[in-house]
């Protein structure tokens, strides 16, 4: 309606895939403040408050929750990293690479999803190799994006 009428509407809901569809920008409130404000792509790639976390986490499915992290658990016996996923964010150079390292890897969960014409996610990688080679890879991940070790 912005762009084609000139015309701003503003939502109140709790439903993130509304807001997903129809917002350029969003404001979260918890307990009656608005505890983030920004595009909806900012606050959707990298929720900053609590509130807006939880919201975010009933529409996109990334992240493995706890039962997942068991399963993979024991299925996979590498040391499991979550990388997230932005454009530009060139994680798959440090992966291409990861073989010089005597480091194989596998994408054992995750996804990535547009907004705004642009995209993001995270990927859950079992890494297999020397100890060493893992300590490099994950240290030139952190160097182009945000990557948590899962602990087992």
């Known amino acids: 309606m912005n762009r084609e009428l000139g015309v701003t509407i503003v939502v109140i809901t709790h439903e993130m895939d509304v807001v997903r569809a129809v917002a350029d920008r969003v404001a979260v409130l918890a307990e009656g403040r608005v505890v983030e404000l920004g595009t909806v792509f900012d606050v959707f790639s990298e929720p900053q ?24 658990r024991s299925r996979f016996g590498g040391r499991i990293v979550t990388a ?65 070790e899962v602990q087992a």
């Not at 408050?49 to 993979?72: G, W």
Request: no cysteine; glycine share 12%.
């Open 84 to 148: 997230d996923v932005r454009d530009g964010s060139r994680i798959g150079d440090v992966l291409s690479d990861a073989g010089g390292h005597g480091v194989r890897f596998e994408i054992v969960y995750g996804g990535i999803t547009t907004l705004q014409d642009r995209s993001f996610g995270s990927l859950t990688l079992e890494l297999v190799g020397p100890d060493d080679g893992i300590d490099d890879v994950i240290r030139r991940l952190r160097t182009v994006t945000d990557v948590e």
């Open 49 to 72: 408050a609590p509130a807006s976390k939880s919201f975010v986490s009933t529409i996109l499915r990334n992240r493995p929750e706890p039962a997942d992290l068991e399963r993979l």
